[in-house]
């Protein structure tokens, strides 16, 4: 008996370190190589040793089909918006709009960055909004930190406003999603919250940064014909997802399928923007997501789920608004630890389990969403926007961002989850 726990106990601690050991090469990458290939290595690593099956761990990966069709939607799209200039335009407006005032042009970021993230995803935010605002910067020489912080902070404090604003939410409900009606009712103000108190921190840490007017103004070129279309397109996109969400359909195929057909529509065109497209998109997102769906299934393995459904059965005893205050930060730091995607998909197999409803369930959506904001391991858009502002030849350590997030984060969660539950 002692030897079988003790060979049960050294599987779970192994598989605990490969899983953060992935994790902690996504962010180092080590030889400057693809995140996506330290996911996938972890992942193989954990299958060829035996700590996960390689049925269960195909089965991992088929899980993810629905959140790799709705990135792919919003990757294409987004990769579509980029080569058409539509995010470049869009920033080069917000820094003319500000009139030369940092301040108003660290406000107008901030408004672009919760739309985009609120209809497109806070995935796009991080992925093509991200260099497009650092271009518009760097064209009206400014610092770029703050303005690029804000891409990073927005992404995660407005991913609850709607289902389709982060994938997360489609893990974290997957199967039950509530009608749209539902989700406003019960998100609505706590994701204003977020999104106000998050602007107001975030505002007095970068008021250093934004002393003085900006030197000068990038040019505003007209947009283009195929910008025009694709911003069409993605009001299109915006639509389809919300009537989708309105009626309890599953948004992955939709985001695709939408997607997609904007790009076929303005191929039409330019026969040579699909190609460009192609070329373009991060498909590498993609192996990098199934990589961590097998590993948080190698986590499931080693008693993750069931101290989860412990966990949740025991907080159902507590105080109701207790409970949902100590969830909702307990999977926040759990979410940093093991990024939220993981995490999510642990909650959302736990609420399920443990038949969690109520505020108990929706703090840990918000703490799954909203928690990743303290650190650069958080989310899965966080590392996308790590990488888009690498791609620029700029880079912000773990400690770095910490620092930020140690102060913007926990005001922001503590303040939505007590919306939420009074």
């Given at each position: ?9 050294l599987r779970a601690v192994a598989t605990w370190l490969i899983c953060l050991a992935s994790?902690a090469l996504v962010l180092i990458r080590p030889k400057g190589w693809p995140e996506a ?350 990488i888009a502002i690498r791609r620029e030849g700029l880079n912000v350590t773990f400690w ?23």
């Open positions: 008996m002692t030897h079988g726990f003790l060979e049960v106990d994790i290939i330290w996911a996938v290595t972890g992942a193989c690593v954990l299958t060829l040793s035996g700590l996960i099956s390689p049925a269960r761990a195909a089965h991992a990966v088929g899980k993810g089909t629905d959140v790799y069709l709705f990135l792919t939607g919003m990757m294409v799209i987004s990769e579509l918006a980029r080569c058409e200039g539509v995010f470049d335009w869009v920033a080069a407006l917000a820094v003319r709009a500000s009139h030369g005032s940092r301040t108003r042009l660290f406000l107008l970021v901030y408004v672009v960055g919760t739309l985009v993230t609120i209809f497109l995803s806070n995935d796009a935010t991080a992925v093509v909004l991200t260099p497009a605002v650092l271009a518009a910067v760097r064209a009206a020489q400014a610092d770029p930190l703050p303005y690029l912080l804000i891409c990073a902070f927005i992404a995660n404090a407005a991913s609850f406003v709607l289902p389709i604003s982060n994938p997360a939410n489609l893990v974290v409900y997957a199967g039950a999603m509530p009608p749209l009606k539902t989700w406003l009712v019960t998100f609505g103000l706590a994701s204003v919250v977020s999104i106000v108190v998050t602007y107001f921190v975030l505002y007095k840490l970068a008021t250093k940064y934004l002393a003085g007017a900006l030197s000068t103004s990038p040019p505003l070129k007209p947009l283009s014909p195929g910008g025009k279309l694709t911003l069409f397109g993605i009001a299109f996109l915006a639509i389809v997802l919300m009537i989708c969400s309105a009626i309890n359909v599953d948004l992955g195929a939709p985001a695709c399928a939408a997607g997609l057909l904007v790009l076929l529509t303005i191929s039409f065109r330019d026969p040579g923007t699909w190609r460009d497209v192609a070329k373009g998109v991060a498909w590498s997102v993609l192996p990098l997501v199934a990589g961590l769906f097998v590993l948080v299934e190698a986590l499931d393995a080693t008693g993750a789920l069931h101290q989860a459904v412990h966990a949740l059965d025991n907080l159902k005893h507590w105080h109701s608004r207790l409970a949902a205050l100590v969830s909702g930060f307990a999977i926040a730091i759990l979410s940093n630890l093991i990024n939220n995607l993981p995490s999510g998909l642990i909650s959302a197999a736990a609420i399920k389990a443990a038949h969690a409803t109520g505020s108990l369930r929706d703090s840990v959506l918000i703490g799954v969403d909203l928690g990743p904001n303290l650190s650069v391991t958080g989310s899965l858009a966080t590392i996308l926007w790590l770095g961002f910490f620092k930020w997030g140690l102060l913007v984060m926990p005001p922001a969660l503590l303040l939505s989850l007590l919306v939420l539950i009074f």
